[in-house]
């Protein structure tokens, strides 16, 4: 067995980004163990999808179509990709931590005499696979016992563990191979349902280059629009903690922590936020942390790049005045 191996998700006709995440770490993966990374999608009709992952440096691009994998089920995806696994002998198979790898990558592991290494932040020399215990307070290290040899270890990555815009390039367009699949409708047990559908949402957290966050020391919902406005002057998109999204002064699809978003943009703001180890689950990858605290001994000036131990109500509007000016636009006084 040799070769990683990365399972790729799609939706509405689009590879999801979010899946790009998987594939740079099985080419982080691949290097380490200096052997090959191939990528896979399943559904129907996936060939300019394919097509699409073929511009990344992978050795080949797999396309598994089926008619019974137009709409995903977990019975149809297990029972195919166990026959992949099984022809395509990988040593690793990796995927990203989903709700929809959630439902069938345990089963599909099972199905090898494993089990899965599910949301994995980093892969260390080894490979040592580390995973978050107790939200995030202690980081367990997983290694396989030997190096596979009958079996394929399987590993789903943590949203925002590794950065889609790592991925490498192809000098030249990767292969693409058809597999064929054999499923019958009598090995799907369920009948798929709608695609969910949230309620209409303002913003995708996860691919903001720049976040402007706030916690509790905004200290009432009146007091909001002050940090609003600084996003505003930013351009950037407003996220909130826990208790801020909890007491519904900030909506919950702009959570970041570890029950929300894990996000990883140019730029991180976080003002009034004390940096309990849930909210920096969910904000650890960021690229530039700068924080805004009158608690000087405040755990978020651990991870932050630049901080400010000052009080929010006189830098924040001093902050959001000066960009406005920096960019030429009137100043309220």
């Not at 191996?5 to 939706?11: I, S, T, Y």
């Not at 005499?113 to 696979?129: C, K, M, N, R, W």
């Not at 020391?217 to 208790?243: C, H, K, M, T, Y």
């Not at 180890?277 to 960021?286: A, E, P, R, T, Y």
């Amino acid at each position: 067995m040799s070769g990683v191996l990365v399972v790729v998700e799609h939706r509405s006709g689009a590879l999801a980004r979010t899946s790009l995440e998987s594939l740079a770490a099985g080419q982080s993966l691949a290097k380490q163990l200096s052997t090959d990374c191939s990528a896979v999608i399943l559904g129907e009709g996936v060939a300019p999808l394919a097509s699409d992952l073929s511009g990344k440096q992978l050795a080949k691009v797999y396309a598994a179509e089926h008619p019974l994998l137009q709409q995903y089920t977990a019975d149809g995806y297990t029972t195919s990709l166990q026959q992949l696994v099984a022809k395509l002998a990988p040593a690793y198979v990796l995927f990203l931590h989903t709700y929809q790898v959630r439902d069938f990558a345990p089963a599909l592991a099972t199905r090898f005499g494993q089990v899965l290494i599910s949301d994995v932040t980093a892969i260390q020399e080894g490979p040592t696979f580390v995973r978050q215990l107790f939200q995030g307070k202690l980081n367990a290290d997983y290694r396989p016992a030997a190096q596979p040899t009958q079996a394929p270890c399987f590993v789903s990555i943590q949203a925002g563990a590794f950065r889609a815009d790592s991925l490498e390039p192809a000098a030249t367009p990767a292969p693409i191979e058809a597999i064929t699949i054999d499923l019958a409708p009598n090995q799907i047990r369920t009948t798929p349902s709608p695609l969910f559908r949230e309620s209409a949402r303002t913003v995708d957290l996860t691919i903001a280059p720049v976040i402007v966050s706030v916690g509790r020391g905004i200290r009432e919902q009146d007091n909001i629009p002050l940090v609003q406005a600084l996003a505003d002057a930013f351009g950037a998109e407003l996220a909130a903690s826990q208790p801020i999204c909890d007491a519904g002064w900030v909506p919950m699809e702009r959570l970041v922590g570890s029950s929300g978003h894990t996000v990883s943009p140019k730029l991180y703001l976080a003002v009034g936020i004390s940096g309990a180890i849930q909210h920096l689950v969910g904000m650890k990858d960021s690229k530039t942390v700068i924080a805004i605290n009158k608690d000087e001994n405040a755990p978020i000036f651990e991870v932050a790049d630049y901080g400010v131990a000052a009080d929010l109500f006189e830098i924040v509007p001093a902050l959001t005045n000066a960009i406005l000016e920096a960019k030429g636009n009137t100043v309220e006084s």
